[in-house]
């Protein structure tokens, strides 16, 4: 499954995974906001990002060619739109609508690639994400792969009662509902489940943070250098 | 229905992204009175469970096969606060984990889907669930949908993406079957659940507040007159855009002018414009609003 | 000697009305080994979710000297370490330290301290090299050694353990009674697994319908109620592949 690869990548140990998450988020915002507004015929800017994001997957140790095949995932729908902009006369938009959403997803694919989920969130919530927010999301991400699995098994078994009569389509439409709202209830029972162990271990209504965050440095200076050269290259 | 970053312009995400912060932030204080940190591995579990819905396939004919999109059906069982903030969660992890939406855009494809779309999902329900219960569940479904959709498009059409007009239309189109189809699976799954455990579902109770109600009817009047706008007037939302000066596409006149049909004329512009304009007050005036009946509330 | 836990006429029904304990009296005392047999469905784990008050019934339960009440829970959520038969339910943390680590920090301790603590109870288990791994890549047997050192790194004095040996492999169940027989805790070990729980306790209660019918020496009980694992017959040949239906 495509979040079990980055998450893996994300596991790496190289000094661009040991960076503070808050300083990678930071510099990539700046960049998706550099990007964005970009023209599309800026060549020399366009080119220094790319740049930039190359050097940076070689530099975090991630597979380029894994990276950049992944990110190749927005272009159906980029050069979709791009095809009717192009057809419209508008071609400068095409171009940029199809490198622009590429380079965007390469980044957010860097940033993802050299942060574990759980550390990202923690440094979105020393950023002012709302706490409820960040929790929620660490226990969706936890079950997301578990749950998953289940509803795999789900269809699995569905698909192998089906037989060679062919039911009429309201019938799987229920069969496909019945499958749903079974895979709801043992989410909820599966939560219960959850809530009774964190009770037993004497929970009391709040989660404790264990990892605080440490800004060094060295991310002051990565976020800096990135921010100067990011911007410096946005003004031709 | 996913927002890529670099398709709206600089002016619109940015103002969504503002709005989504302040319309998610209301959220969480809602539910932070409501409940502690106890509830939340529940939100989370559920949060999963949409996702890994959203794999399960739905015959509906002809080959194709719908899925669940999921704002209705949290709204309809964990309340509409705490499946605003699951869905905002599902689509924040959508965009960064999957790349599925931009980051940028996360605050249009917040407001659209977790916003609006589980708001309007959730008024027929607050209205009608004790009355007319399946009607107003397969409405929840439908309206969510749609409302998602529309707004996304009119989005990209102020933005000053090209779009044919067949185009808009075969897109209205596709929302309306997706949105049929989201409302059949819901009230299915509702059904099949309350076989399971009646306590899934909720009551259709009145007392959600009158901030709730007042977002829902805006999210609603949001959701329909995007609708009105993206489907009667595609081009004229893009020369709007380019008179506010929100748009980013070249002065020039494109062949797709020529699209449009006579009875598009400046009065449709100006009614637009109006139109467009008053659905930002009305966010403005109802988030305000429901700001201070809360305040009045725990004061 | 006081008793380290005291079960007292204890009865409970759950929301449906279903009578799951219909008047449980039991004793446990220090360092002692008990198993816990019985048919599905006949009240063993919602008699040990009494222990820790996550569920609450009618009758008396004290544990270590404190009655299971409000006020003395989070005391007793440290004496009682409950190992529960899912452990993908047990470990909702996003890494394993931090999933050992939250039972002391709800204890009151320092970061600092709740990491050494989990370490320490890593090492006990023998998963100290799992620290920062996510607990979906953990094999079952794995999880439920992070599940037991998240229980340990507490310190409690009692053990409770739900059909421990579910998923295991012969490799993992011998793994895990070697484990559990070094822990000086008194244990509670609901299990449909007799022969392990035979290696572990001394002692065995049966339970029948919601009712504690007997309590005694382990090989009794099992032979009484039939309860053990048998030698299966030999595979009869007579019905091989080769017969038709």
Redesign the interface.
Known sequence: MHHVLVDQWSQGASPLHARDPRAKVMVLLIFLVALATTAPDAAVTLTIDAALLVAGILIAGLPPGGLLLRAMAILPFSLTFGLISWLAGDRLRAIGLAEKSYLSTAAVLLLVGTTPLPRLLSGLESMGCPRLLVLLAQFLYRYLFVISEQAQHLRLAAACREGRARKNRRSKFRAAAGALAVLFARSYYRAEGIHQAMLARAFAGRFATLNPLRFRATDGLFTAALAVLLILARLP | MHIPDNFLSTPVWAALDAVSISAVGLMVKRASRELEETRVPLLGVMGAFVFAAQMINFPVGAGTSGHLVGGALLACTLGPAPAVLVMTTIIAIQAIVFQDGGVLALGANVFNMAVAGVLVGYWPFQLWGASRRRTAIFMGGFLSVMASGSLALAELLISGVAMPQAWVFTSLGLFAVNAIIEGAITISVIQALEKVNPGFVQQAKRSSGRALAALSGAGVLLGITGFLLASSAPDGIQRLGQRLGISTKPGFDTPLANYTLGHFESAWLRRAAAGLAGLLLIYAICTAGARMIGRRRSA | MTPFIEVRDLHFQYEDGTQALAGIDFTLHAGETVALLGANGSGKTTFV?QL???LRGQGSVTVCGLPVTKEN??AI??K???V?Q?S???L????V??DV???P???GLS?EQ??EKAKLALQQTGMELAL?K???HLSAGEKRKVALA??LA?EPEILVLDEPTTFLDPPGQRNLLHLLRELPQAKLIVTHNTRFAAALAQRAVFFERGRLVADGPIEEIAQRFDWAYSPFPDADLRYSAQRRF
């Open positions: 979710l820790n008050g996550i829970l989070a959520r440290s009682i370490g409950m529960f899912d993908e339910e047990q909702f943390m996003p890494t330290l931090e680590a939250f039972g920090l709800n204890q970061p709740a990491i920062g996510a607990p979906y998240g229980v507490m």
